[in-house]
T-cell receptor, first 114, second 110 residues
Framework: DTAVSQTPKYLVTQMGNDKSIKCEQN?????MYWYKQDSKKFLKIMFS???????INETVPNRFSPKSPDKAHLNLHINSLELGDSAVYFC?????????????FGSGTQLSVL | GQNIDQPTEMTATEGAIVQINCTYQ??????LFWYQQHAGEAPTFLSY????GLEEKGRFSSFLSRSKGYSYLLLKELQMKDSASYLC???????????FGPGTRLSVLP
């Protein structure tokens, strides 16, 4: 069973379109994340949700809107896609608290905006 | 804020030992992690340090000095499959913010 699954794996779309990436974890974790990895391979945090509540919102355009219907899901919706949005997007999850636990990553979604 | 620094690239020979350094400055610290990422794949967990000292896990060891804001990952008996990017990450207070360094691309040569 896949621990953190995200779909789709590849997404090719035109500028100006709206698209969504879905993420689900079956690990019982309370915190989920979205990371963006650009062409230089720098992995940058975008959002963090803890028990469906937004904890971290880095400097991300408001065209990006995360949605967490429950603590096992964190979806990412992107409006009016731009060329610079092309990157690999990783979903991840972890448990938090006094004993920190590691991040588990999904397999990534490669977004190409044409 | 958090600032994490690592060398961009390193090269080593099969069978050798390589040390990848990481320095960090953070406003909150809950632990330091090392991840391995092969091209086209997701990062995978390698090691975790929360207290000062060395953690050993087979061919991989990781060291942490909290007072110096410094960690290193030591890879022994290098194999070709160890060619990958190695990412240093710091988790903040309550572990709700994992921030990654720029990664070190390691090439293992025959």
């Amino acid at each position: 069973d896949t621990a953190v699954s995200q779909t789709p794996k590849y997404l090719v779309t035109q500028m100006g379109n709206d698209k969504s990436i879905k993420c689900e974890q079956n690990l019982g974790h309370d915190t989920m994340y979205w990371y963006k990895q650009d062409s230089k391979k720098f992995l940058k945090i975008m959002f963090s949700y803890n028990n469906k509540e937004l904890i971290i919102n880095e400097t991300v355009p408001n065209r990006f809107s995360p949605k967490s219907p429950d603590k096992a899901h964190l979806n990412l919706h992107i409006n009016s896609l731009e060329l610079g949005d092309s990157a690999v997007y990783f979903c991840a999850s972890s448990s938090t608290g006094p004993t920190n636990e590691k991040l588990f990553f999904g397999s990534g979604t490669q977004l190409s905006v044409l | 804020g958090q600032n994490i620094d690592q060398p961009t690239e390193m090269t080593a020979t099969e069978g050798a030992i390589v040390q990848i350094n990481c320095t960090y400055q953070t406003s909150g610290f809950n632990g330091l992690f090392w991840y391995q990422q092969h091209a086209g794949e997701a990062p995978t967990f390698l090691s975790y340090n929360v207290l000062d000292g060395l953690e050993e896990k087979g061919r991989f060891s990781s060291f942490l000095s909290r007072s110096k804001g410094y960690s290193y990952l030591l890879l022994k008996e290098l194999q070709m499959k160890d060619s990958a990017s190695y990412l240093c990450a710091v988790s903040g207070l309550y572990g709700q913010n994992f921030v990654f360094g720029p990664g070190t691309r390691l090439s293992v040569l025959p």
